[in-house]
């Protein structure tokens, strides 16, 4: 049960068609690949030990003032980003900055989903034209290693564009840091032309860890608005459809090592389900699973189907993330299936 593309909605990416240079033309941003997910936390140290001991995800570097952590494969700065959720209590940046107001991160869960741009050229070009769009854009923002516009999509998840503005990230990004943060002129002076994403980075392994993953791959969201959301990751955020059927939509962006970055799944409520975490082969998902078993880890779920083998992980928030195989093709589910977050 699949189903093509509906060129009114997904204009294809192909440099030779002319509904291409439509897209083209009227696209903002134009993401390589999702750079990394980064969620609140009621306990970051709670939170930091499941992600590198049980999820095999190395801890690069921390923010005490900011009560944040980051942690990764190698492939960006971060894989994963996590933050202390607030109380309700401001905290701040460098120079003043209101980094996190205390009116969001009030519960575990999803704080911004992060888009690699090519380079800062093209991230401030894009923010030239959104705001003489009058699109509303929140922060831009200087984290040291990027520069960042921040963006939220019509259910209201937050979404970061960046671009990095230093190659070797960890010259400047290792283990106990001072506060990063502070805000960004975008037009203040000419904007690199140069892409400063490592292409050649050098990867963590997490040693004991149950599970070694291979990178973060994509996030799936559920979306009571899907023609709404679609509008907005395919204009505003430059994706562009990979496949739809039965009430879900698989994006993708620039970068050809990753079909897709990004699952949109028609439902009734606004949720961030999951990020997906990709294993190197079946055989490190069998190790996965007999490390898991030999903790008495017990899995979420594990899903065996013709397109993938997943296993879901609850972190101590309760919050999902999955670490999977993928195979040939796309999810057959029917249309609104509870179980369609799952599999695809
Ligand atoms: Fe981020």
């Not at 095999?56 to 942690?71: K, M, R, S, V, Y």
């Not at 799936?220 to 059927?245: N, S, W």
Request: proline fraction near 6%.
């Amino acid at each position: 049960m699949t189903s093509t593309l509906s060129l009114a909605v997904f204009p294809a990416v192909s440099p030779t068609s002319s509904v291409a240079t439509k897209a083209a033309s009227t696209r903002y941003f134009a993401p390589r690949r999702l750079g990394h997910v980064n969620l609140w936390v009621d306990d970051l140290g709670r939170s930091e030990q499941f992600y590198r001991d049980v999820c095999g995800l190395n801890i690069e570097f921390w923010e005490p003032d900011l009560q944040a952590t980051f942690l990764g494969t190698g492939h960006t700065p971060h894989d994963l980003g996590m933050m202390k959720t607030t109380g309700g209590v401001d905290r701040y940046g460098r120079n003043g900055l209101l980094q996190l107001p205390g009116t969001i991160g009030l519960a575990p869960g999803l704080n911004h989903l992060a888009w690699e741009l090519e380079n800062e050229a093209e991230l401030v070009a894009a923010w030239r034209r959104l705001k003489a769009a009058g699109v509303p854009l929140d922060l831009t923002v200087d984290h040291q290693v990027a520069h960042s516009v921040y963006v939220f999509d019509p259910d209201r998840n937050y979404n970061e564009f960046y671009c990095d503005t230093v190659k070797d990230w960890r010259s400047v990004l290792n283990g106990e840091m001072e506060l990063l943060t502070s805000v960004w002129d975008p037009a203040a002076q000419e904007p690199s032309t140069t892409g400063l994403y490592d292409d050649a980075p050098a990867l963590r392994h997490v040693q004991g860890a149950a599970v070694h993953p291979r990178r973060i791959t994509h996030a799936v969201l559920v979306t009571p608005k899907l023609d709404a959301m679609l509008e907005f990751y395919t204009r505003i955020g430059g994706l562009h459809a990979v496949h739809r059927a039965n009430g879900v939509a698989w994006l993708g962006a620039s970068h050809a090592a990753y079909p897709y970055n990004l699952v949109l799944v028609e439902g009734d409520e606004a949720t961030y389900h999951h990020a997906s975490f990709e294993l190197a082969d079946e055989a490190s998902f069998d190790s996965a699973l007999a490390a898991l078993r030999t903790r008495d880890i017990a899995p979420l779920r594990v899903v065996d189907v013709p397109w993938k083998r997943a296993l879901f992980l609850a972190d101590p928030d309760g919050q999902c993330s999955e670490w999977y195989v993928r195979r040939e093709g796309f999810a057959d589910v029917p249309r609104g299936s509870a179980d369609t977050p799952w599999l695809v």
